[in-house]
């Protein structure tokens, strides 16, 4: 008996990954290449883009849970690369985790430092209480817990079976 889903469309969320990956080259190529001349050569030019925002709204949407924690190197890389900021809406563990393991590899020598330097801000949006920033650490922990009901849930259905 019951019944079994299979959504064959887009079995890997190569849809969604391919509008994100869209929307970061058209605000790359809307920045304009405006390139100067680091040394006065023509050999070493740099590019310098204007700095721009993207938001998007949970990017993870059909993304296997390996891509999802992708997706934040690859924002980083546009931010680091080419100055896109993101706003990102998402319910994704993965992309969440992956950004504390990669403020974690920055190897900041101090809290402090990392509240100047870090790239990232987690923001939680709770139904009972204000929004507030989670705050990141220098070995990528945060500093303030997240809400009951999104990293302890895993947990909690593993303590239910066992």
Do not use: W
């Not at 809307?30 to 709204?57: H, M, W």
């Not at 993304?63 to 994704?92: C, R, V, W």
């Amino acid at each position: 008996g019951g019944m079994t889903f299979i959504d064959l469309r887009d079995r890997y969320g190569i849809t969604q990954l391919v509008s994100v990956i869209l929307q970061i080259e058209v605000s790359i190529l809307k920045a304009g290449s405006k390139y100067f001349d680091a040394f006065y050569t023509d050999r070493l030019k740099k590019f310098a883009f204007e700095e721009q925002t993207i938001i998007i709204e949970e990017p993870e949407i059909h993304l296997h849970p390996k891509y999802q924690s992708l997706l934040a190197d690859m924002f980083y890389e546009a931010y680091t690369e080419y100055g896109i900021n993101f706003i990102i809406e998402t319910h994704s563990e993965y992309l969440i985790r992956k950004t504390q393991v990669l403020v974690a590899r920055m190897k900041f020598t101090s809290n402090d430092e990392c509240d100047d330097n870090n790239p990232f801000q987690t923001i939680y949006i709770a139904s009972d209480k204000e929004p507030y920033s989670l705050g990141y650490r220098m070995d990528g922990k945060f500093k303030n817990d997240f809400g009951p009901g999104f990293f302890d849930e895993a947990v909690n259905l593993m303590m239910e079976i066992f």
